[in-house]
């Protein structure tokens, strides 16, 4: 037997054996790895940039042959007719007003001031009629007792003066009576003057010549006497109409004290100087007899009046229709036309500067339209009915010629020259080359 051992011939590996590992306590347990920041910072930007690639690639313009085109701005050439306008500035004003103005009293002690106690709120439309206006009166009705008591006091002398008369013409009266009898006496007595002496009977002649003269004389004076009692009852009676008119002077006037709207409208107050600035008339102030101090204006007859460069004023003609706007409002826009052109022009800003008035009747009505609010009236000199329109920024001119960019259905915009005709601030007419509904590039 041999001292070296065979070898062992190969064998296959032996499977492995699952490993069993026993859990152990979590005392025993590793701690946990800590994770990095920066891989959620990574997923942050990366989902960023995925949504601008796709803001991007949803908001690029179409095109059939991939070509990227810039944001441009177009406009359509529409129909309708193409206008133009030459503006007038001015104020508003109404053609169809009446003043109201304080009263001119007749009274012999009519004051040169007067108080206004109450005044219609300004803005609030009134009727025709109403009260509108009332001015302080108390001295006034004082003053009227007093007057009616002189008419009285002249009324009772006259007929003081009439019983005084009477008692006068009583006894003149009864004294031409006398004389009457001693005329008729003496005529008797000289009737039976035949058997007297030649000196009674010129006595009795005399006592008679006499008897009769003094009657006569009686008689002019009981007539005297009635003529002067007649002027004086004729002075006092005037003197009773004097008072009697004087008192009816007052009275008209404290009537005139309350003021009543002449016609329906709206009541506009006017400006005076007070406290060294010009201010609305109000309650409590005082005005002059004859001074208005108030307009009541009808707000359906407003218009407009304003003055044109006399170099445009041959294109200014009655009827012409207008578009109108008031400053204050903005977004209020009013039809109207010409009604007035001045025929002369007056000076503006100094005289070598002219301007023609002109007047524009508004033909609408609104209740925000009052007096001298300033306005403007862009007055249709030329207009062109059912015309192509297109905007004048989007017109080009080159060599003398019109060109237009038009958009084509491939997106491009193609240039092509067209024929014009009435141009306006905002709108050209274009008399060929286009047809309505293209689109055109704004310049």
């Not at 037997?1 to 065979?6: F, K, L, W």
């Not at 010009?278 to 407009?304: H, L, R």
């Not at 329109?389 to 237009?404: H, I, Q």
């Amino acid at each position: 037997m041999s001292a070296v051992p065979n070898p062992v011939p190969p064998s296959q590996p032996e499977p492995l054996k699952p490993l069993i590992v026993t859990p152990s306590s979590p005392s025993a347990e590793p701690p946990e790895k800590r994770k990095s920041p920066w891989g959620l910072l990574a997923v942050v930007a990366g989902v960023a940039v995925g949504a601008y690639l796709l803001y991007q690639w949803m908001g690029r313009p179409s095109s059939t042959d991939g070509t990227v085109f810039a944001a441009v701005k177009t406009a359509p050439i529409t129909q309708g007719p193409v206008e133009r306008k030459i503006r007038i500035s001015g104020q508003t004003s109404a053609r169809e007003f009446a003043n109201v103005t304080a009263p001119i009293l007749q009274g012999p002690e009519a004051r040169n001031t007067l108080v206004l106690t109450y005044l219609s709120n300004p803005g609030v439309p009134v009727k025709k009629g109403t009260v509108v206006a009332k001015i302080d009166g108390q001295w006034l009705v004082d003053h009227i007792d007093d007057v009616k008591d002189q008419v009285r006091q002249a009324e009772n002398d006259v007929t003081k003066r009439r019983a005084e008369q009477d008692v006068e013409t009583q006894q003149l009266q009864q004294t031409l009576r006398v004389a009457k009898a001693n005329w008729d006496k003496a005529k008797l007595e000289y009737g039976a003057a035949d058997v007297r002496s030649e000196v009674e009977k010129e006595l009795l002649k005399l006592n008679m010549e006499e008897a009769e003269a003094r009657y006569k004389q009686q008689s002019a004076d009981v007539a005297q006497k009635r003529a002067a009692h007649a002027a004086e009852i004729k002075i006092l009676e005037l003197t009773v109409q004097r008072q009697r008119r004087h008192l009816g002077r007052h009275e008209n006037d404290i009537l005139r004290y309350t003021i009543t709207a002449p016609i329906d409208g709206l009541p506009v107050m006017q400006t005076m100087f007070r406290g060294g600035e010009m201010a609305q008339i109000g309650e409590g102030d005082t005005v002059a007899p004859g001074q208005p101090f108030m307009k009541v204006v009808n707000q359906k007859t407003m218009q407009i009046e304003g003055q044109i460069n006399q170099a445009e004023s041959s294109e200014i003609r009655l009827g012409q229709d207008v578009y109108a706007g008031i400053d204050s409002f903005p977004e209020l826009k009013l039809r109207g036309k010409v009604t007035g052109v001045n025929a002369l022009a007056t000076a503006r800003g100094g005289n070598f500067i002219r301007a023609i008035p002109v007047r524009i009747q508004l033909l609408d009505v609104d209740p925000k339209v009052i007096p001298d609010l300033s306005a403007y009236g862009d007055v249709v000199v030329q207009r062109v009915q059912d015309a192509l329109r297109a905007p004048v920024a989007a017109l080009s001119v080159e060599d003398g010629k019109n060109f237009l960019f038009v958009k084509t259905p491939q997106q491009t915009f193609e240039k092509r020259e067209v024929s014009t005709g009435l141009r306006s601030h905002t709108d050209v007419a274009i008399t060929s080359g286009l047809k309505a509904g293209d689109q055109v590039r704004l310049n």
